[in-house]
């Protein structure tokens, strides 16, 4: 089965198409950030309407790119939710119209398990059960997965996501959007062990997670030593190290909990902060430390992505699973209702 997939749930429009039998066959995307960054953050409606002039080019590429006429393009998956509701809506009232010309079924597809599938497109997928580390700009989730639609979430933040705390973190001391990146950057400068900063939540039990007070704790340290005229580009690096290596370190403690745990041996990690190389070595060297395995999907999938949005779609779709007569798109949706699918 070939399913087109398109993804619109913020700043970037994804779209890709992916074949049951020979994999990924291509996939583009356009990223708004440039249109945001003056901004310093996602300005919703400008996310909208910037994704109705991206799609129909993109769909033509994506097409061209993997030689496949429209008549040979079996399903469409989009983004339903989470995300926000007006990018959300455009995705779906194209993905459903052109469901319509084209006489194929259309789904829409949950983001985060977009997210969590994307390991799937690599080499060496990740085998079920595996514990899942969501980690993206709206979501730090810790989930069991034990096959598509089997999810058991075993903690979460109780206020910002980790990429969410990168972003706003990277703001206060001003740096560019989106933070994430910004920070990994300067902290590759930094001088480990200047400062040191809180692991939050990892003094009691559990496998829930806290940022915004680490938020706070960097923005006092660099106001600090902007009042004390030490604001170079040292420091700054320093700074950013210490943060970096207080969410990396605490996401680790919470993973090695998870799969401590679980008894699981297989770590996947997902979302656009999976993209971080010290968050990767970290995790390795603890999985590694319990003879476990970590997965995560190429740099670019890490991120939104259109081809995460048809793998997904696609084993749903070859599944029998379908969208009714209405259109779905919806600012919030737990992962553990999704429906399960058997294979
Ligand atoms: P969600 O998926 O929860 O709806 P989103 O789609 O906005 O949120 P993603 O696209 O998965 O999030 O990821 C974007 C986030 O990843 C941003 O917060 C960004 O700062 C962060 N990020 C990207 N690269 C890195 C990196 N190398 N290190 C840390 N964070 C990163
Ligand atoms: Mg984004
Ligand atoms: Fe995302």
Known sequence: MRVLGIETSCDETGVALYDSERGLLADALFSQIDLHRIYGGVVPELASRDH??????????????????????????????????????????????????????????HHMEGHLLAPMLEDRPPEFPFVALLVSGGHTQLVRVDGIGQYQLLGESLDDA????????????????????EIARLAEQGQSGRFVFPRPMTDRPGLDFSFSGLKTFTLNTWQRCVAEGDDGEQTRSDVALAFEQAVVETLTIKCRRALKATGLKRLVIAGGVSANRRLRASLEQMAGGLKGELFYARTEFCTDNGAMIAYAGCQRLMAGQQDGVGLEARARWPLEQLPSIVN
């Open 162 to 181: 980790a990429g969410e705390a990168f972003d706003k973190t990277a703001k206060l001391m001003g740096l560019r959007y989106p933070g994430g990146p």
């Open 52 to 109: 109705v002039k991206r799609l129909v080019p993109l769909v033509r590429e994506v097409l061209e790119r993997a030689g496949v006429a429209e008549g040979e393009v079996d399903g469409i998956a989009y983004t339903a939710g989470p995300g926000l509701v007006g990018a959300l809506l455009v995705g779906g009232a194209f993905a459903r119209a052109l469901a319509f010309a084209w006489q194929v079924p259309a789904l829409g597809v």
